[in-house]
């Protein structure tokens, strides 16, 4: 449908996300701080389908992404697809029933045991994790959105459903369409076990996954840092002009350079302490260094300082991977 009037973004309203057009046919859904969204997503027309990458942590925010591909691009099939096994990016899947959902065959393996309704014991992690939320040293407004996100899934739990990828891919695969062909790539895990992005080569644009924050912290703890930093530089060569982070504002190259160099900045803080002789188990997280003190997501930090430690522990606290 060429010619989307941006005015049928502006008269779609959802307190979970907030639409901003990239191009014509391109959509990024933004994640609100107070909303159910948490992750963001991206909607693409390809003519006769709509594609989804990433569905949000929910139904609430998945329910609303469903009616904003309507009011885009009209009643017409959904495809979907998801780009890691991480809750926040998937479980609103359950919103599109009848739709194929792509992904890598590493992220089919991570949700095929978890696939179906949420077992007894996830119930009882959330409340926990409530729990530990107030003990927490936290900005308030970052533990005002987990004290709802985390008692949003608490709600959520009896209707919540997992839904495996049942279209998986190894290295890419394409989507044709009459408006545009659509890639999901994968260059292996970083940020995850198994990251896909999406890449729209007529567009100049990338989705990227949890693969690129923007001025957000990311998350190491999951993944494997010296594979993401390879990752980005990969993304980078492909050439284009604008990313949709997993978590932040609509960026650009410059943000997966921000990224390589947030992570490359806490490996060498780790090199450094042990190098002094820190013990990692007791070893000083310190502070948030500029310019990433500013950043959301603050308490990703410290996870991410205290799993360099333990990674380099297991590895007899020799030096990390070379830069
Ligand atoms: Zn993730």
Excluded at 90 to 101: T, V
Excluded at 105 to 120: I, N
Aim: proline share 8%.
């Amino acid at each position: 449908m060429p010619g989307t009037p941006a005015g049928s973004a502006l008269r779609f309203a959802s307190p979970h996300f907030r639409l901003e057009r990239l191009t014509d046919g391109v959509f990024a859904a933004i994640a609100t701080r107070d909303g159910l969204a948490l992750s963001n997503s991206t909607l693409v027309d390809l003519g006769e389908e709509t594609l989804i990458f990433d569905t949000t942590m929910g139904p609430d925010a998945g329910a609303d992404l469903r009616r904003a591909a309507r009011a885009l691009f009209g009643e017409r099939p959904i495809v979907l697809a998801i780009s890691h096994y991480h809750w926040d990016h998937h479980r609103g899947s359950q919103q599109f029933p009848g739709s194929r959902i792509f992904g890598t065959l590493g992220t089919r393996e991570k949700l095929l045991p978890v696939a179906g309704p949420p077992t007894g014991e996830e119930r009882a992690m959330w409340e926990s994790e409530l729990l530990e939320l107030e003990r927490q040293e936290l900005p308030e407004a970052e533990r005002a959105m987990w004290r709802n996100v985390f008692r949003a899934t608490i709600r959520t739990l009896p209707q919540l459903q997992t839904i495996p990828p049942d279209r998986t891919f190894e290295e890419s695969v394409e989507l044709h369409g009459s408006n545009r062909s659509a890639r999901l790539v994968t260059f292996g895990g970083g940020h995850s076990i198994s990251d896909a992005f999406l890449h729209l080569p007529s567009d100049r644009t990338v989705a990227a996954g949890d693969l690129v924050s923007v001025r957000c912290h990311p998350s190491l703890g999951d993944g494997d840092p010296a594979r993401w930093r390879g990752i980005l530089d990969r993304m980078l060569a492909l050439g284009f002009d604008r990313v949709v982070p997993g978590h932040g504002d609509v960026g650009g190259p410059e943000d997966l350079r921000t990224v390589r160099e947030y992570i490359e900045t806490l490996e060498e803080r780790t090199r450094t302490a042990l190098a002094a002789g820190a013990d990692p188990a007791t070893a000083a997280i310190g502070p948030v260094p500029a310019p990433y003190d500013a950043w959301w997501l603050r308490s990703l930090f410290e996870q991410n300082v205290r799993f360099l430690y333990r990674r380099a522990a297991s590895e007899g606290a020799g030096p990390l991977p070379p830069k």
